[in-house]
């Protein structure tokens, strides 16, 4: 079975750093391409970045570049989503989710992660 | 950018009823639109891809259809297990957007 399963929920003061992480199972994990999805409380989603394991080729959403880092570890099948100085405005939930074409980094979501949620709370 | 927009962004509606959620895209997308459905405290779930494929487990109920700019998500008969937020998404153009979402419940 093809699955997703990030880390558990986090706790964090403003100014800290965070590292959450996306651990693939069930299929060739640097043959595809893991995005990250951001959702606010009470909103909609938005699609933050995505990166493949294979070659480390990252992109960005302009709204979230040089606000959060994508990494991969494929020794380890993961994929993580860092920040270096949270904000009170980076609670949210958090997705990950894997194209379901190989190689393709654009095309529809399937499957997702369960979600870690982030607080950011002084 | 490509702006998407989703109308209504409510609706209620009685068990067996045909439901309709249209989405729009600012530009021409071609066919590259996705449906994803999102129950509440719950991941999102692919049901439609390329604006009218039925992803493999998902009921008949469900179907899409459109392109170019104007797309249409139905499901032909609510069931309860259907309250949910409906998403479409584009991937097009980067970066690939959702739409704002249609929270649909029963009446």
């Known amino acids: 079975e093809v699955q997703l399963v990030q880390s558990g929920a986090e706790v964090k003061k403003p100014g800290e750093s965070l590292k959450i992480s996306c651990k693939g199972s069930g299929y060739s994990f640097t043959s595809y391409w893991i995005g990250w999805v951001r959702q606010m409380p009470g909103k909609g989603l938005e699609w933050m970045g995505i990166?493949?394991?294979?070659?480390?080729?990252?992109r960005y959403s302009p709204s979230f570049q040089g606000q959060v880092t994508i990494s991969a570890d494929k020794s380890i099948s993961t994929a993580y989503l860092q920040w270096s100085s949270l904000k009170a405005s980076d609670t949210a939930m958090y997705y990950c989710a894997r194209p379901s074409l190989a190689g393709q980094p654009y095309n529809w979501f399937d499957p997702w992660g369960q979600g870690t949620l982030v607080t950011v709370s002084s | 950018d490509i702006q998407m927009t989703q109308s209504p962004s409510s609706l209620s509606a009685s068990v067996g009823d045909r439901v309709t959620i249209t989405c729009q895209a600012s530009q021409d997308i071609s066919n590259y639109l996705n449906w994803y459905q999102q129950k509440p405290g719950k991941a999102p779930k692919l049901l439609i891809y390329d604006a009218s494929n039925l992803e493999t487990g998902v009921p008949s109920r469900f179907s899409g259809s459109g392109s170019g700019t104007d797309f249409t998500f139905t499901i032909s008969s609510l069931q309860p297990e259907d309250i949910a937020t409906y998403y479409c998404q584009q991937y097009d153009n980067l970066p690939p957007k959702f739409g704002p979402g249609t929270k649909v419940d029963i009446k």
């Open positions: 990166i493949y394991p294979g070659d480390s080729d990252t």
